[in-house]
């Protein structure tokens, strides 16, 4: 149940619109532009207050992601943000240490988190925060250990291996409903920033690699493409020689 309250000022900060635009202020990505205004809020990653017991004192919506946040407040009095797990209590106590309880929230280094677990918010290099699995409903499975390296089975399926000193907290994303929930109407749309969209095979041949043809005729192509003439769909976006590569052990299967 989301709390009652206003979000913590001193953890807020605000961010000037881009519309889409790159550097030179035109547009890289279309159909974007408008919506809601919005506060971030700054959320520890990290989770650098290892020993020092905190307390759920709030559960909140954040506006900039799909889970839920907890507003967790440490012995040393301060407070911070964090991705809340599934199943939070107002009032739990989180611990960020390497024999911590394995409970919802705690974070722990993989070498001490038993096969089966269920993990998020991991971090892929030591001491860098937690980059992976922070979508809402979302977790990874401990599958078991490779020399100073653990096997993760990703949401997506692909099997990886991290350092055995990454930290990675206890549970599920929260917020597991997001996948349900529908737009609805076009004025929601507008709000999230998303601008109206015109189908490619609507245009005329100069505007869209789709257009032409006469009446609701098809594409004309083997494959999608952009605007500008480049594959889409199911083309491969991943760089060849991103350093992570070797710590993928299995691809995810295809659908």
């Known amino acids: 149940m989301i709390t009652k309250k206003r979000p913590e000022k001193k953890l807020l900060m605000s ?5 889409g635009r790159g550097s030179s202020g ?3 990505v279309r159909h974007r532009g408008g919506g809601a205004k919005r506060l971030y809020r700054i959320i520890d990653f990290g989770q650098e207050k290892i020993g020092i017991p905190g307390k759920a004192i709030a559960l909140e919506y954040d506006p900039y992601r799909s889970a839920l946040i907890a507003l967790i407040e440490y012995q040393d009095n301060e407070k911070r943000y964090i991705l809340a797990p599934k199943d939070l209590k107002i009032g739990q106590e989180i611990v960020i240490s390497e024999n911590a309880l394995l409970s919802p929230g ?3 280094k993989l070498k001490k988190i038993p096969i089966g677990t269920l993990v998020y ?3 892929i290099e030591p001491g860098k925060g ?4 922070r979508g809402a409903g979302t977790a990874a499975r401990v599958l078991g250990q490779e020399g100073k390296h653990i096997l993760l089975e990703m949401p997506s399926s692909e099997i990886r291996k991290l350092p055995e ?3 990675a907290s206890v549970g599920v994303v929260s917020n597991p409903e997001h996948i349900y929930q529908e737009i609805g109407k076009a004025g929601r749309a507008r709000l999230k920033g998303r601008r109206p969209t015109v189908r490619g095979s609507a245009m005329i041949p100069p505007d869209h690699p789709h257009g032409g043809g006469e009446g609701k005729a098809p594409i004309g192509l083997k494959h999608p493409k952009t605007p500008w003439g480049k594959p889409a769909l199911g083309v ?8 992570t590569n070797k710590l993928i052990i299995q691809r995810r299967k295809k659908k």
């Open 121 to 123: 918010n991991i971090e």
């Open 165 to 167: 000193e990454c930290f």
């Open 236 to 243: 491969k976006t991943r760089k060849r020689k991103k350093w």
């Open 106 to 108: 705690n974070r722990l």
């Open 26 to 28: 035109r547009i890289s």
């Open 130 to 133: 937690g980059k992976l699995v």
């Open 15 to 19: 961010f000037k619109k881009k519309a």
